[in-house]
């Protein structure tokens, strides 16, 4: 069974950078990793996803400022984002897809706990 640790939310300025970090465990290191976010009173949504082969897949809205990566061997994951903006604000959650390649047309299989990320104006 994969549990998922995710870290680094925090409070940041617009135009600001942090860093998240999800620390998987119980689980093959081979699944595909992801982070989605929802925003108050809003629908979750994909954020980005990385493969094990290192294909990478990014929502339009932070293309150009977010990078995601991972560490194969354990398959920590990490989300470096850049040039913050407000409505980047939202609880972002960690997750794992089973499978070689993302697939946007099914959720997850696990999902971590969320870290708030707060972008004031």
């Known amino acids: 069974h994969v549990q998922l640790q995710a870290s680094g939310g925090g409070l940041v300025q617009t135009g600001g950078s942090l860093r998240l970090s999800c620390v998987p465990s119980g689980g093959y290191n081979t699944y595909v990793m992801a982070w989605f976010r929802q925003a108050p009173g809003m629908e979750r949504e994909f954020v980005a996803a990385i493969s094990f082969r290192g294909n990478r897949n990014y929502a339009d809205s932070v293309k150009g400022r977010f990078t995601i990566s991972r560490i194969n061997a354990d398959s920590t994951t990490y989300l470096q984002m850049n040039a913050l903006k407000p409505e980047d604000t939202a609880v972002y959650y960690c997750?794992?897809?089973?499978?070689?390649?993302?697939?946007?047309?099914?959720?997850?299989?696990?999902w971590g706990q969320g870290t708030q990320v707060t972008v004031s104006s």
């Open positions: 997750a794992a897809q089973r499978g070689w390649a993302y697939n946007g047309d099914r959720l997850p299989d696990y």
